[in-house]
Nanobody
């Protein structure tokens, strides 16, 4: 069974940084696209950033220039570096994985809470 385990969330003041990690097990990591979604209270889950198996990336407009997604295939780990955090970034952040080229993320982590105080 595939497992995705997130870590790195926490409570920080506005303007600070956090780095989230997502370690995958029981999947061939290099051939999977990885995504970071977030869900704020009362809102729908939204794609924040994604990195394809070939290293291509895309970001939500709200985080462009502040967040950076990356991956280390040797460690089966994806990262989300979050800089210049804002209170509106407060959410539960979920790691997800999909087979390269698929349109649907099939695997999900349990989520990690990020809280940004004003």
């Amino acid at each position: 069974q595939v497992h995705l385990v997130e870590s790195g969330g926490g409570l920080v003041p506005a303007g600070d940084s956090l780095k989230l990690s997502c370690t995958a097990s029981r999947l061939t990591f290099p051939i999977y696209d990885m995504g970071w979604y977030r869900q704020a209270p009362g809102k729908q889950r939204e794609l924040t950033a994604a990195i394809r198996s070939d290293g291509g990336t895309n970001y939500a407009d709200s985080v462009k220039g502040r967040f950076t997604i990356s991956r280390d295939n040797a460690k089966n780990t994806a990262y989300l570096q979050m800089n210049s955090l804002k209170p509106e970034d407060t959410a539960v952040y979920y790691c997800s994985a999909r087979f390269s080229g698929s349109t649907k993320y099939d695997y999900w982590g349990q989520g990690t809470q990020v809280t940004v105080s004003s």
